[in-house]
């Protein structure tokens, strides 16, 4: 394990997480999707050799999530994938995937099992069972797809230590009343121990009906019956959905944003912005643009300490800027003591308890 996995907890004063939409090309049209009005249209990506250049001005992170669209259309993903982890030194790559494209995602496991130095965390979209997924994503046999892609994963990760898996589920107001059967079929059909689920996001084109008791209950089964990760990580996440919960119940600043200091976002032509909720994808992202990767000769650490990105931040943390987006939130609050106490403190109360168990859900 390199120093870098625990950058949040001490380095909060530089870069420690970047978030890069590695395309903006996707086969599902998913009725919350947040990136919608950005998809599909033509972008000049930045390559491997543009992706190279940049390592070189990168520091060691913690976290880089690769982003879409749908990251395994890229034909170069796997290759991706161990550039930021040996060049770009992340100690956690990050690939969100909505399970469509099996051959893609069990050689990028296979290649990142024999090079990656650091751990490859691949987590599989999970909207609804059956026909619910499949509305909701409007592609037909997605589900099923979604099925044999995981299997496939599986099977690949078996000869790889350092690659994890699991599935990520938004929880919306089309599977509200049906998340605990969500789950079960997550652990005991999939056999997947990594559930990851949080609140949907709303955006301008998207405002559920959410039913938040529902969601406490959702949390309160999961971290205190089944979750089986290790009690810091089990305490972490737990303490983030909370505080989740507790801001759609009462949206408000809960600690200073540390997005545009600690996390950025890069759009896939190396345009650099603070987060997702101001830059890109956002409609009209201009104000809060910090500069272009390419027109800086790809030094990201000048872009990073030029006085635009240092305004910016100024004027995130000045007016108390505060979102929906679970990202700049978890990562804001580990830089807050407070919140590190409270991981401490909980994190040990679970080491005195025994495991959880997989029991049925209520």
Request: aromatic share 10%.
């Amino acid at each position: 394990m390199r120093l870098s996995t625990f950058a949040p907890l001490f380095l909060n004063n530089r870069l420690t997480e970047i978030t890069l939409y590695t395309t903006g090309k996707c086969n599902f049209s998913c009725a919350h999707c947040f990136v919608a009005r950005r998809l599909n249209k033509k972008y000049d990506e930045l390559t491997l050799d543009e992706l190279k250049k940049i390592g070189s001005f990168v520091p060691a992170l913690q976290r880089i999530s690769l982003s879409g669209g749908e990251p395994f259309l890229r034909k170069d993903i796997k290759e991706m994938a161990v550039l930021f982890s040996n060049s770009w030194r992340a100690e956690h790559v990050v690939i969100p995937t909505n399970g469509h494209f099996t051959k893609n995602i069990t050689e990028t496991i296979e290649h990142f099992g024999k090079n990656g130095k650091g751990r490859l965390r691949i987590l599989f979209s999970l909207t609804g069972i059956g026909k619910e997924m499949e509305a909701f994503v409007r592609v037909p046999g997605s589900f099923e797809r979604w099925k044999q892609s995981l299997a496939s994963a599986k099977d690949a990760a078996k000869d790889c230590p350092n690659v994890e898996l699991g599935v990520l589920s938004s929880y919306h107001e089309q599977n509200q009343d049906r998340f605990f059967e969500l789950m079960d079929f997550v652990m005991n059909e999939c056999g997947i121990e990594d559930f990851s689920f949080a609140l949907v996001r709303p955006h301008k084109r998207y405002r559920p009906k959410l039913n938040l008791d529902r969601f406490e209950q959702v949390l309160l089964e999961y971290y205190k019956k089944r979750n089986k990760q290790p009690a810091f990580t089990r305490a972490y996440r737990e303490l983030y959905r909370e505080m989740l919960l507790s801001y759609y119940r009462n949206p408000r600043m809960i600690v200073p944003c540390q997005s545009g200091k600690m996390r950025i976002v890069i759009s896939p032509e190396g345009d650099v912005y603070p987060c997702e909720t101001l830059g890109f994808p956002a409609d009209h992202p201009e104000p809060w643009h910090i500069g272009n990767l390419r027109e800086s000769g790809y030094n990201l650490s000048n872009l990073m300490r030029s006085s635009r990105a240092q305004t910016l931040h100024r004027k995130i943390v000045r007016d108390k800027c505060h979102c929906h987006d679970g990202c700049d939130l978890s990562l804001s609050l580990l830089a807050s003591t407070p919140f590190k106490l409270k991981i401490f403190f909980r994190g040990m109360k679970y080491l005195m308890m025994p495991s959880p168990g997989r029991g049925a859900s209520g």
